[in-house]
């Protein structure tokens, strides 16, 4: 955090700067005082806090317990009359949260590097196979290793926990950047989502490279995009607060990504399909345990590798490729840390002792994502019987559930589907909206509820030699049930359970 307690006056100015106060009048408050703390949260309030009022189901209670505990201001798009505080009446509380949440901490994405990924698929892969270029890169000069804020984990330098956004909220995400420049960590990695980029989370951080991965149909549901269009000019605003644009020529809609992203001062292609990319990838192919590549770039040409399963992760590994172009990082720090980087609950794999199953976890949520894991799978093991388990969410993407299911009805050979986050809704129901579309494809599907047991039978009851798919979960070791979040075992460790009871089997 900064260490300068700007005075409220400083306050104003930026909301006046960018015409956000809805009364023009004077303000009723002492302008010279200090502000100690900004927040939104009534149960961390301390003496002069500077209160934001956000959210639909935001309580009067909640800005009178704040009131209680020191605040002595606040800022809202509706005044509370029964509040005997100043107020600060805003028209937009979102962008007014972004900008004082960037001013109360000194801007601190202003200290640092910071690469920015957006897409519907891929984007934690893509960040973790950033951060060990990056990291491998930083070690050889004596430098401590980089921030990461990811869909799995937030670890800033200072903190480190499991993370509940893809992108945090303002105050958390710049108390987050504030923390890296404090730890020195000066390079950082973040995942930024749609939802983010729609809502102003990001307002007021300075982006050094920001990735556009691709585009699908996913979150469209009335609770996050009304339609695709939404969706994509939500993702489009990240060339807004960059300086360099990393862009995936192959995606869809390439040409309204290219020319959103002409706004930023540099523009670096990558491509396995178009020769004049920036980065350009060709003869991808399967080498023992590793997805090995020839990739050309304005300084260097060569081979490179991940040890992640799929083919489709070339993709997010020629983004980390651009990045690190972008950056000047020499190649031998590039091909090191790609091949070294793991990504917790993406492509995970898992074998029996006698190599009969393969298992593979992953993250795949949506039908994307899982089509595109399904045929790498069916590319990689063409000589097995593949079958994935998957379920979907609850209460929202409703949309998934024809992605999902046409997906696993395209490519796998055996499906098995069972709960995952399924909230407000009955599991069967979920699997039963899944199998209208399976049942297009003539296929055949067991529903199991219980995901521990549905890990169980999909992996001993496979027909070997086999190959199994478990996902959407990924490393979570949460389940959302109706009555909220429930504790679980990830796939990985369910998947470890299977195999080591079907390696006892076959060993006596």
């Not at 201001?73 to 509380?93: F, G, K, M």
């Not at 390079?187 to 989502?193: G, N, Q, R």
């Not at 046409?406 to 599991?427: K, Q, S, Y």
């Amino acid at each position: 955090m900064s260490n300068t307690r700007l005075p409220l006056g400083d306050y104003v100015q930026l909301l006046l700067r960018h015409d956000l106060l809805a009364d023009k009048g004077p303000v009723h408050a002492d302008l010279t005082a200090p502000v100690s703390l900004v927040s939104c949260d009534s149960q961390v309030v301390i003496p002069h806090t500077l209160f934001v009022c956000k959210g639909a189901k935001f309580k009067e209670d909640y800005l009178r317990q704040a009131m209680d505990s020191g605040a002595f201001v606040y800022v809202s798009e509706t005044a509370y009359p029964n509040i005997p505080l100043p107020c600060l009446r805003v028209t937009d509380i979102r962008q007014a949260m972004g900008l004082l949440a960037d001013q109360f901490y000194g801007h601190p994405s202003g200290k640092l590097h910071i690469t920015g990924i957006t897409g519907t698929k891929g984007k934690t892969t893509t960040a973790y196979y950033i951060k060990s270029i990056v990291d491998t890169w930083l070690a050889s000069r004596g430098h401590r290793e980089s921030a990461l804020l990811s869909t799995i984990v937030t670890d800033d330098g200072v903190e480190r926990k499991p993370a509940k956004l893809t992108t945090p909220e303002p105050l958390d995400l710049q108390r987050h950047l504030s923390n890296a420049v404090s730890a020195g960590a000066d390079w950082l990695t973040m995942e930024v989502s749609s939802q983010a980029l729609k809502y102003g989370r990001v307002i007021g951080v300075d982006l050094n490279c920001a990735v556009f991965l691709n585009i699908g149909e996913d979150h469209i549901s009335p609770v996050e995009h009304p339609n695709l269009e939404d969706y994509l000019q939500s993702k489009l605003l990240i060339f807004r607060q960059a300086n360099t644009a990393c862009i995936n020529m192959d995606c869809d809609h390439a040409a309204e990504v290219a020319a959103a992203a002409a706004k930023c001062e540099r523009v670096l292609t990558f491509s396995q399909k178009h020769a004049e990319a920036a980065v350009y990838g060709t003869d991808v192919r399967k080498e023992g345990d590793k997805i090995a590549f020839h990739v050309r770039t304005p300084r260097y040409e060569g081979e490179l590798a991940v040890s992640t399963p799929g083919l489709f992760n070339v993709e997010n590994a020629l983004a980390a490729v651009t990045v690190a172009e972008a950056y000047g990082i020499p190649y031998e720090a590039v091909r090191e840390g790609l091949v070294k980087a793991f990504v917790p609950g993406r492509m995970e794999h898992y074998a029996s002792a006698d190599g009969q199953i393969s298992v593979i976890v992953d993250y795949s949520h949506n039908g994307m994502s899982l089509q595109n894991a399904l045929r790498s799978v069916r590319a990689e093991y063409p000589d097995r019987q593949v079958t994935v388990m998957f379920g979907c969410t609850g209460g929202k993407g409703i949309d998934r559930r024809e992605g999902m299911g046409n997906a696993a009805g395209e490519f796998a050979h055996r499906v098995i589907l069972t709960e995952d986050d399924p909230g407000p809704e009955e599991v069967e129901d979920i699997c039963a909206d899944i199998g209208v579309f399976l049942r297009k494809w003539n296929k055949d599907y067991t529903v199991i509820p219980n995901r521990e047991q549905a890990v169980e039978t999909a992996i001993l009851e496979a027909s070997r030699p086999a190959v199994v798919l478990l996902a959407g979960k990924g490393c979570e070791t949460a389940q959302k049930r109706k009555n909220g979040p429930e504790p679980c075992l990830s796939d990985g460790v369910l998947a470890r359970h299977a195999l080591e009871k079907y390696d006892r089997a076959q060993s006596q």
